[in-house]
């Protein structure tokens, strides 16, 4: 998969924020948040509703403005007047409707609103190629890039908003909540896109609720509660029932205590069958 001419180096910090506020009237939606992506590192972003998830994407996308904080890109500080700057940066949103047109063709919903031209004609060979080209990439499983996006099923959708994510080769993909309304199998189907973004080199955030996904795919679990930065695991060191006690904070939960029985019981089978 092409992403840039200069893409960076793996392991290379791509995207960090430093100290960022928002506010929404007498509400504190983030206090002090920390973040940093890597080329070719999945971080999950985890916490309860209200955690401050979806206003820190909003944030990192353009959407809404921070009141105070940094955020840097390549290493440089920028400021994200909105969507349309946030792209030009590198930086592409997945969001959870995905805001694909049902009536529209495949190629016509990757290149909505950045169309390319041939003089005043729409180069609709040249985009059915470069369509073919993002679609192999993610080795998706698209019949034809000419059928309307009704005919497609949820984790095709999601491949295609994904795809599309990819047309202005970005170094940072958000995703929030890409599997949220997916069974089982187009659920594996995108875990492994994600999988493909991270083997190209991006940068991956991942919003989700489901830690099955996030332990199967991330790198790093950063979890957010009440608008703050709660904890922050690798995810090979972080079990669910740590987890569960850092986006709920507490660990004597009964869902953490059910998990936390559950492990030591598995634990105590293994020794014994060593």
Known sequence: MTTSAT?????????SLAGVNKRFGAVQALSDVHLEVAAGEVVALVGDNGAGKSTLVKVISGVYQPDNG???????KVTVSGPSAAQELGVATVFQDLALCDNLDVVA??????ERLIGPIIDEAGMEKEAWRLLRSLSAKIPSVRIP?????????????IARSLVGAPKVVML???TAALGVAQTAEVLNLIERLRESGLGVILVSHNMADVQAVADRIVVMRLGRNAAEFRVEEATTAQLVAAITGASDNVVAARTART???ADAKGASDE
């Open 149 to 161: 996006i009704a005919s497609l099923s949820g984790g095709q959708r999601q491949t295609v908003a």
């Open 176 to 178: 929030d909540e890409p």
């Open 7 to 15: 893409a960076p180096a793996r392991g290379q910090v791509v995207l």
């Open 70 to 76: 940094e955020i840097f890109y390549d290493g440089k």
């Open 263 to 265: 492990a030591h019981a």
């Open 109 to 114: 919903n990757l290149f909505l609103g950045q």
